[in-house]
Each structure stands twice: as structure tokens, then as C-alpha cells.
């Protein structure tokens, strides 16, 4: 790995634009938008939430084969909110070929998930991905939506939650770089033993990362780097997405 690099994290709603901020209102599949977006930023590093494996074919792998990169680690995790007929998946692309992966399974909420009318949403299972390359650990990561469904991380239930997700990140090795859609402005309030024991610093310029309708500043997006990096450049990139493509330059310190 040189010593300076550059990483990315985007969560691509199984490659689709949106056609407006209403909740999964999206365009048909254009994996050639994301692939470009990705390619302009010239990434070491790319950890993708929401990829799409629709007939045994990934949206991540074409991306990949599309900008030079390959797909180091990958895991399809539960059937698609988008299209019924993908699964939902996450993936970290590279330029290493030879790494050590692990994808995790977090734990599922013990409280139920309803809808406004009181059906119980479908179970969509999150992972935690960890690539090693020279004894550095990247980690992608994706946390549930809780908030959909009126709880929230930092009280009630959603706290006890929080702590649950937070027994597996202290597992995490440094040096240590974690981005992804955390699904909470500020994770560090509510995983603090994790962001004490690595002493986290977030990357990302204090931005929106994800559009809304009502105004509300949302950045659910986060890279954070242990303290054996210096951070030397971020960037929140607004793209025709529900969430923007995030990039960070990180060199050992």
C-alpha cells in the first residue's frame, strides 16, 4: 500500500439516480453515471453500500472492471427495497489484489419495525466489511435506517441497540480506516468507547451527504481515520443521488 492514499465511500442505491428526494424514488439502473463519478476521483479504495446482484450479475464488479479496480470483498445481504429482483449487497473495490477480508453480520434490532399502517417492514440484514492490506484495516460499514421507524441511536431502545453494534467495532484492529452510511450525524456520540479506543477523527467536511425534502441537514456519510493517519483532503461530492459520493486522502503519519 504507498503511503499516501485515497479513499471513497458512496452508498449507490443499487446504481440509480434519483427522480426526486421522495423515499425511494428512483431512475432505472445507470451503472455508467456511477462508474464515471467514481473513475473522476481516482480512488484507492471504494466501500459501496446498497450494490445490486441481479442474476448473479454485481453492480459493484461492473464498476470495478469499468475503472480498473477490483472487487475484494463483497457480500449480497437480504432482498432489494429497489428491485425485487436483486439482492441488496455491499462491496469494497481496490487497486490490492492480495488482502484479508471478513464480512460481519451486525445484529438485527430486538424491537419491532413497523410502517405507518402497522405492517412490519422486511428484514433487511447490515454488514461490516474489513479488508487488510499491510496490516492496515478498512472497514465498510452500513447501519440500519432505525430512524424510518421513529427510534432514534442515542435514546430508548435505539441506544441499547447502539451498544449492541458497538461490542463488534471494538473488535476492529488499527490502524484503522471505517467509513460508510452510519445512518446518524454524529456516530461518535453513540459508539464513544469505540471512537476513544481508535481515536477517531472524521475525515469529511462538516456537509450534507444525503438531500432531503424538509431542509433537515442530514450527513449519515462519514469516513473516520485512527490516529496513526493525517488526513491531507476530503471532499462531499453532490451528485443525482440519495446519497453523495464521499472521498478522503490519507497518508501515514
Known sequence: MPK???????????ARQIKSLNLFDYQPEDVGYFSSEVKAVKPDFVCIQ????????????????????????SVSMSPSHIDKNCLLGMSVLSHNKRVDRKSTQLPYPDFK?????????????????????????????????????????????GKIYAQM?????????????????????????????????????????????????????ENPDHIFYSSEFLCTGAKVIKTNTDHFLCIAELEMN
Open 4 to 14: 499516501k492514499f485515497r479513499v471513497a465511500t458512496w452508498n449507490i442505491a443499487g
Open 50 to 73: 446498497e450494490d445490486h446482484v441481479c442474476k448473479g450479475k454485481s453492480v459493484a464488479q461492473q464498476i470495478a472492471d469499468s475503472i480498473g479496480l477490483n472487487v475484494v470483498c
Open 113 to 157: 419495525l413497523l410502517w405507518k399502517d402497522g405492517k412490519e417492514a422486511e428484514r433487511h440484514n447490515k454488514y461490516m466489511q474489513v479488508v487488510m492490506v499491510e496490516g492496515i484495516s478498512v472497514v465498510n460499514f452500513f447501519a440500519p435506517p432505525i430512524q424510518i421507524w421513529g427510534y432514534d441511536y442515542d435514546r430508548g431502545p
Open 165 to 217: 453494534i458497538e461490542k463488534l467495532l471494538l473488535r476492529l484492529k488499527r490502524p484503522l480506516i471505517i467509513c460508510g452510511d452510519f445512518n446518524y450525524n454524529e456516530p461518535e456520540d453513540i459508539y464513544p468507547r469505540f471512537s476513544k479506543k481508535c481515536g477517531l477523527s472524521e475525515a469529511l467536511p462538516k456537509e450534507i451527504t444525503r438531500p432531503t425534502t424538509n431542509n433537515n441537514f
